[in-house]
């Protein structure tokens, strides 16, 4: 066990015994009727711990060109550490058997009508990825200290479907993160209070 996965483990158990009021996410002007989806928030075990992105490509129907984390729909039968696993197994070839899962956290709902799980894990510092090239343009590690910095999270609003919606934005060396992918590290800075342990 590492100490890395230690840390977290106590910090997100620790974190998830309270409940918390204003977690981000869209439910407000989503849809009713949600669809679930599971993201895995993989975490770089090293003394500098990163949290692996990708870039989604152009041509996409589908946020083309965001900052992401590997996930996408939970499929029939699957829970939401499996879903988050085999999607990311199949968009950066992310090999489960080196994953090790800390938990899920507060799921986002989505104005597009999806209920998204974060699932947090640690993963070894050298994994090598292979992007499937239809769902990833390119992959980059962003600090996890930074990306859990509140001071570096900034809330403002953009037009959405005819109205003003609230956001969270984190830009890290030119990668501007944003919306839902923002929005799980604002809600999992508020549960691992990483930077004042």
């Not at 009021?21 to 928030?41: H, K, M, N, S």
């Amino acid at each position: 066990m590492s100490a890395l996965y230690d840390r977290l483990k106590a910090s997100f158990d620790e974190g998830h015994r309270i409940e918390l009021q204003g977690l981000c996410d869209e439910r407000e002007y989503a849809p009713r009727e949600t669809r679930p989806a599971a993201v895995l928030i993989a975490v770089t075990d090293r003394p500098d711990p990163g949290v692996i992105f990708l870039h989604r490509p152009d041509r996409m129907r589908a946020h083309p060109g965001q900052v992401a984390f590997p996930g996408g729909n939970i499929d029939p039968g699957e829970d939401v550490v499996t879903a988050a696993l085999r999607e990311a197994h199949e968009e950066l070839a992310i090999d489960a058997s080196g994953v090790r899962v800390v938990g899920a956290s507060d799921p986002f709902v989505s104005l597009s009508g999806y209920s998204i799980t974060p699932v947090l894990a640690v993963v070894a510092p050298d994994l090598l990825f292979s992007p499937n090239t239809s769902e990833v343009a390119s992959w980059f590690e962003a600090p996890l200290s930074f990306l859990l910095d509140p001071a570096n999270h900034r809330y403002t609003e953009v037009e959405e479907q005819g109205r003003m919606q609230p956001i969270v934005e984190i830009e890290w060396e030119g990668h501007l993160i944003w919306g839902i992918s923002a929005g799980l590290l604002a809600n999992l800075s508020r549960r691992l209070s990483w930077n004042t342990r």
